[in-house]
């Protein structure tokens, strides 16, 4: 489980970015975290693993204070907090397996990661893995053949090839097109129940967090206005995160998306249909 409480974040510039945010995420339940820009999610995110450091509050995995750690002891507890990214952040002129190893370098020696040579158990857990995200055979080529989604399922296998207790999630679809986004958003939330992992996601998308997670916490100027779970999002919630106009041109924006892929698709259809000689 994840706890936070009064979580605060003013930036040197005097920007405050997160206003005091107090939340908890219990075992297996994915959040969609939404919000307009500059409403705090990255520095949230980021907050919770202290990649950036909080200016107070506390964040409790399980019974580790996270906050309260030394530099030393807080390199360790991050083996135990997965990271997903947008651009993937994957080794690219290295293999899918050994991109997937690569998310056990906090637990090998030094040595040991330097001439690739991963214990067994390792391996076997990474292969594993991979077949779970639909990789199998693809774990001896280059990082740099694989497609956006293939990409991102390995970015998915290496986190959770750490063996991690949490998962951090920032914007995992906004380099993918609509129907891999889909795949990405159901391969994630259908993992965390397996494992019973908490994991918070970072996303522009609302459409795509309604379909997906069972619960959104809507954050805006820092702070928490909306947690509930994906029906309770009307349009008075919407407003009171975006605002009005924001939320106006959000539907806009999403019908247009929506009826533009609709289009593509039929095209698609007629495209195979006249191939096939039907018409
Ligand atoms: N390194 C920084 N120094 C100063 N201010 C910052 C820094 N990073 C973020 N901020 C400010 O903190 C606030 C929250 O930014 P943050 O990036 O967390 O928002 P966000 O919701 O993730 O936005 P976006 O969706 O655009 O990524 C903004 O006002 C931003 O300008």
Redesign the pocket.
């Known amino acids: 489980m994840l706890r936070i409480t009064g979580l605060t974040k003013t930036?040197?510039?005097g920007?405050k970015?997160l206003k005091g945010v107090t939340l908890e995420v219990p075992a297996g339940q994915v959040v969609g975290l939404i919000?307009p820009?500059?409403?705090?999610?990255?520095?949230?995110i980021r907050c919770i693993n202290r990649l950036i450091e909080p200016s107070e509050g506390k964040v409790f995995l399980n019974s580790l204070d996270v906050t309260g750690l030394s530099r030393d002891d807080l390199r360790l507890a991050r083996r135990r907090i997965g990271m997903i990214f947008q651009e993937y952040a994957l080794v690219e002129r290295l293999t899918v397996m050994e991109n997937v190893l690569s998310g056990r370098l906090g637990y090998v020696p030094f040595w040991r990661s330097f001439f690739r040579r991963y214990p067994e158990e390792y391996v076997a857990n990474a292969f594993a893995l991979l077949d779970r995200v639909g990789l199998t055979d693809h774990s001896d080529k280059r990082a740099d053949a694989l497609s956006g989604g293939q990409r991102q399922r390995v970015g998915i296998a290496r986190a959770l090839e750490q063996d991690p207790e949490l998962l951090l999630i920032d914007e995992p679809t906004a380099s993918l097109d609509p129907k891999t986004s889909r795949q990405i958003m159901r391969l994630i939330v259908e993992i965390c129940r397996e494992r019973e992992l908490p994991a918070i996601i970072?996303i522009?998308d609302v459409l795509l967090a309604q379909a997906f997670v069972e619960r959104i916490i809507g954050?805006r100027a820092g702070e928490v206005v909306f947690d509930g779970p994906p029906e309770a999002l009307d349009i008075a919630a919407l407003t009171s995160i975006y605002g009005e106009e924001d939320w106006d041109a959000m539907r806009k924006q999403a019908s247009d998306d929506a009826e533009e892929e609709r289009a593509a698709h039929a095209e698609r259809l007629r495209a195979d249909e006249r191939m096939a000689g039907v018409v």
Request: cysteine-free; overall charge positive; proline content about 0%.
């Open positions: 930036y040197k510039t920007d970015a919000g820009s500059g409403a705090g999610k990255s520095s949230l970072n522009h954050l």
